[in-house]
């Protein structure tokens, strides 16, 4: 029954900043309509600001095509976060026509200005070959740009090519380093990953209980395969007093997200708790 995600689990997240996605997202103050007709006169000026902020409304109003029109004219300007939001309309095809190399081309102004999402996005393309002949060694180099400036999703990102030994030499010591970082920050795929690591010995000596600590933080969270995870811990007494009950009920929250192998661990534990319902009456 015991069954582990052995390997690093890849992840490439895009930051959907504008959508209000991201906590950390950078966007102006709500404003009135009188306040709005007051930014729309400093845009038509050519305030950088006022326009990357006008655009933002605009998004916020689902108007799209208004929205890429005040970004432009901010990130023409050399407005970091214009340039990076501009990137993001151009890489999901929002506002305006799906175009990975204009994508990139915004993102590489803006991640040249040390903006750490656009950074990290930038990477992504260069991981992930859009816009971009793929690029390993160049995804390393513009996620730990990121990664230092203590960006989270960057820092996962680079973990991960550590793992895979795509773009820098395998070193699972450097990918516990920055899943530890990420984790501390609350990212839920990092501390499942740092799980991993520490269950099975990669980069840190192994250890079940911190194993399950990370795997806890990321279940608690919502993640389905650290949900999985530690319903093995259970299941096995691994790190922790062994507990099918407990077993039992993480399977059931990965099995519920449609994750295969906690479905099947759940059956098996079920039939095991009807056989042990039996035996009892006898």
Known sequence: MRMRYANILPSII???????????AQKPTPVTDRAFQELKEKAEKGDPKAQYALGFKCNQNEDYAEAVKWYRRAAEQGYA?????????????????????????????AAEQGHAMAQCNLGIMYDSGQG?????????????????????????????????GQGVQRDYTEAV??????????HAMAQCNLGIMYDSGQGVPQDYAEAAKWY???????????????????????????????????????????????????????????????????
């Open 81 to 109: 976060m214009a340039q990076f939001n501009l990137g993001i309309m151009y890489e999901f095809g929002v506002g305006v026509l799906q175009d990975y190399a204009e994508a990139v081309k915004w993102y590489r102004r």
């Open 132 to 164: 971009v002949p793929q690029d390993y060694a160049e995804a390393v180099k513009w996620y730990r740009r990121a990664a230092e400036q203590g960006y989270a999703e960057a820092q996962f990102n680079l973990a991960n090519m550590y793992g895979r």
């Open 177 to 186: 380093k920055w899943y530890r970082r990420a984790a501390e920050q609350g």
């Open 14 to 24: 895009l930051v959907l900043m504008f959508f209000g996605h991201n906590a950390r």
């Open 216 to 282: 806890r933080r990321a279940a608690e969270q919502g993640n389905a395969k650290a949900q999985f995870n530690l319903g093995i811990m259970y299941n096995s007494g691994q790190g922790m007093p062994q507990d099918y009950a407990e077993a039992a009920k993480w399977y059931r929250r990965a099995a519920e997200q449609g994750h295969a192998k906690a479905q099947f661990n759940l059956t098996l534990v079920q039939i095991s708790f009807s056989r042990s319902n039996i035996l009892a009456r006898v």
